[in-house]
């Protein structure tokens, strides 16, 4: 007859019982199991041996606490470029700007493409009129900037732009899986909600935790200072989000705030250097049209989702 225990498990050592968190890892129950399996047999019968197996695999399957994946806990998106190809209604806006208050500029594709390097813009007009020597007060600076501020929303709520692939899908996930949205962008906040009302619906900034946008602080990207700026509101870990960029400029300014960042290049920023991200795609990805990779790592199933990032977040 074999012999048998005078004790179950559970009460003799009770940091196994159901729901217990204080066993953390296979090493710290192997010799305990092992222990009380064996040295209890007064036959020391192979059976305990096999029982001790059965019983530790059970443990760690059914009984202990096990670590679980790291969640994201928080999506932060760049606005022009990265939630839509916004750049063209930008120039249009800009262009429309100069011959309203008769300046003789015109800033075709390649000019533009240049001036992107100068983010902000306000910064823009400034670094241009320097550039060009045509006098300009901070005053004139930011008169033009307003008007072409109000022309780039009529533009926008004429329903000319759309979202780029995977964004909505994205914001969607994030919202179901309790993921914290954020907004950090050079871009102000005017733009932002005219591209959110034009695209998701009226009062759709409202599905951002946070949105920090413009001038809510001195320096723009590359500086990290608007990423700072946007986890402080929420008291979030850096290392517990992901940004989503288009721009070098962008990925400077995530990688110097410690974030993880997924870069979708648009139109004006596809030949940019990006080997800091942690992956390169052409966009997000959708069940209909997948994402490409670029570089780095990418999703095999072609769709950027939460539950990838949570995969692969350092």
Known sequence: MLPYFDQSIDEEFPHFASGSDKVDSYFELQPVVLKYSWHRSPFKHPFWVILSAISFRYLIDHRCYRRTMAKVAGVIFDVD???????????RAFNETFEHFKVQWFWDQHTYKRLLGVTGGKERIKFYANEVRTPLSDTDIAELHEYKTKRYEQLIAEGQISLRPGVERLINEALESRVKLLVATTTNYPNVVALLDATLGSGSID????VAAGDVVPRKKPSPDVYFKALQEVSLDPKECFA???SRNGLI???SAGISTVITPSSYTADERFSEAISVVDHLGTPDRPCTGIQGIFPKNGIVSISWLSEIIV
């Not at 470029?81 to 120039?91: I, K």
């Not at 599905?207 to 946070?210: G, K, N, R, S």
């Open 244 to 246: 989503i960029e288009d």
């Open 253 to 255: 300014a995530a990688v």
């Open 81 to 91: 470029g990265t939630l839509a190809e916004t750049e063209e209604a930008h120039r």
């Open 207 to 210: 599905l951002f935790d946070v």
